[in-house]
């Protein structure tokens, strides 16, 4: 893990840095004009919504309502680390967004509001499990996003699969 943070802080205009709890790497680009996608990619980790997925089986309805519930209020980007490095715009967006985008969830809606972006979507957790769960966040358009994320106190880890946000973050509730 440490290699990868060592790869990612040599790149050209980019830091990387471990902050005091270790992981996940606080990572900072330049901004960029694609805003709304690094919103989306951010709201992807912490947007699930209420998707019984179907089942008459109690357990996985009440994890995804729980998962739901826990997910409700308002989230601060905290870091992000793409997979694949990002080009100069969507590098400025991400950078002006850092630690300033705010993601409201409520009721399988989200808002996001930060320098640059101004937006709201809608999101649904389609599986959870104690502290993990699977979601799709879906921009204005209608285009869905997948991740996966993880409680961890305040915090929720997320990765996400779809391009061009697929990478690893970090959100803190608010």
Request: hydrophobic fraction near 45%; proline fraction near 7%; include cysteine.
């Amino acid at each position: 893990m440490k290699a990868w943070i060592e790869r990612l802080a040599a790149a050209p205009g980019r830091v990387a840095s471990l902050h005091a709890g270790g992981w996940p790497p606080i990572v900072r680009w330049v901004p960029s004009r694609y805003g709304k996608l690094l919103i989306l990619g951010s709201l992807l980790f912490v947007n699930p919504a209420l998707l019984a997925c179907g089942s008459a089986a109690g357990a996985p309805a009440n994890s995804v309502a729980t998962a739901n519930q826990r997910l409700t209020g308002s989230w601060r980007l905290q870091s992000f680390g793409p997979e694949v490095p990002l080009d100069l715009p969507l590098q400025a967006v991400l950078m002006a967004e850092l630690g300033q985008l705010m993601v409201t969830f409520n009721q399988s809606q989200f808002t996001a509001v930060g320098p640059g972006v101004n937006f709201t979507g809608r999101y649904e957790v389609t599986s959870a499990e104690g502290e993990q769960l699977q979601a799709v966040l879906y921009d204005p358009q209608g285009v869905g996003y997948h991740f996966s994320a993880q409680f961890a106190g305040n915090l929720l880890h997320f990765h996400i699969d779809d391009k061009p946000w697929a990478g690893v973050g970090a959100l803190e509730h608010i």
